[in-house]
């Protein structure tokens, strides 16, 4: 009953919202920008959105920084940190929505990949499905960006906070290439210069 009602959930809000944002995006673009942390996602993102007139979108959105500490502790489990991250996700998804219906290309920072592919890693035996079925069903373009794991340590530890999940060298890398095992990214490199990484990722998005 239970996986039942899961599907049948993912069937409504597949109809009921992402169908409306496929007419949306008929002119207006969702943007996704994937990526480890310390990639270098929030500065282009902003960019983009700068350049093309658009809305830059962080995901989750309504959350506090006190509450995403939260969902990091040790004695949140990953599956329970799992159904947060989705359930915001899906909150996100609407306001997409709404930015759109205004007219406007969306640039987010990180979405529902970055939900999937994480707690994949923290737990592999996480049912993903009801992500995976929503995420399938959007049309965006994503780029995925990545950077040598000794930048990122650097760029992490210039921030001066880094989670426990920053912190594992091990984790890093392997949501590094479980990114890079996704074959529906734009990937580039963030060694590249800046305004080298924004005018690939524009060009890309414009063919």
């Not at 009921?16 to 007419?23: F, K, P, V």
Request: with cysteine; aromatic share 10%; proline share 3%.
């Amino acid at each position: 009953m239970k996986n039942i009602l899961i599907d049948f959930y993912c069937v409504f809000f597949t109809i009921q919202t992402i169908l409306q944002i496929h007419n949306n995006m008929n002119r207006w673009k969702l943007i996704v920008i994937e990526g480890v942390d310390a990639t270098g996602k929030t500065t282009l993102a902003k960019n983009l959105a700068q350049l093309r007139n658009g809305v830059y979108y962080k995901t989750p959105w309504n959350v506090s920084p006190e509450i995403r500490q939260y969902y990091d502790l040790p004695s949140v489990s990953p599956l329970e940190r799992f159904q947060f991250y989705l359930n915001a996700c899906k909150d996100d998804i609407h306001c997409i929505l709404e930015i759109q219906n205004s007219g406007k290309d969306v640039i987010c920072d990180r979405l529902l990949d970055s939900t999937i592919i994480s707690h994949k890693i923290l737990d592999p035996s996480i049912d993903t499905k009801s992500a995976e079925i929503i995420n399938n069903s959007l049309q965006k373009i994503q780029i995925l960006l990545i950077a040598p794991l000794e930048i990122i340590q650097q760029r992490l530890r210039d921030r001066g906070q880094v989670t426990r999940f920053e912190a594992d060298l091990m984790y890093l890398n392997n949501l590094q290439n479980a990114f890079l095992q996704c074959h529906n990214h734009l990937v580039l490199n963030t060694r590249w210069s800046i305004q080298n990484t924004v005018n690939s990722a524009n060009y890309f998005i414009n063919i």
